[in-house]
């Protein structure tokens, strides 16, 4: 047993380290979410947020969009001239997206400020990505409603985490310390 432990290592260690930086963030997001106050930005401050950026996006495409609290569940709805086309979701905030890939990111640390820097940016972009996709999906919902299954099911989520995987790679062979160690 010993000599697995020893041969697979790193292996250990990167499941061990992205599973307790998963499970804490996890942890902290749930307690945002539960002591969020629903009141001023329903359903809370980030998911209002996404809501709201994504209809100036829509509005700056030229969409006439408008977002209002959903009446009957904890979200925001998308309306495009005037057609309701969409609610925007807790998940839809792309912070569980973001908590993916700074846990894989931690794991496979590389130097102090580098990792921080690309936590950052990587972050920053996956939101920033998110929010087009968002303004995306609703632009294909309105003009080909009857594809919703495979652009909400297959198309747009492929798009941030295909996004996701591909900061992966790159932090991978450019920067963590197992590039370090066997590069």
Sequence with gaps: MKELVVKYKLVIKFILTFLLVYVVFSVLYHFYLEFSDGATYYPDYLTHLVAQQTQNLLNGFGYNTQVLPHPNEASMQLIVNG??????????????????????????????????????????????????RIAILCMALYHYPEHEGVLHGVVFPGIIYGMVFLLWIFWVNRFSNLKNKHG
């Design 83 to 132: 057609t309701y086309l969409a609610r925007v979701i807790e998940g839809c905030n792309a912070v569980s997206v973001i908590i993916l890939f700074v846990s894989f990111v931690i794991a496979f640390s590389g130097k102090l400020k580098t990792t921080l820097f690309f936590i950052l940016s990587g972050s920053v972009l996956i939101y920033a990505v998110n929010l087009l």
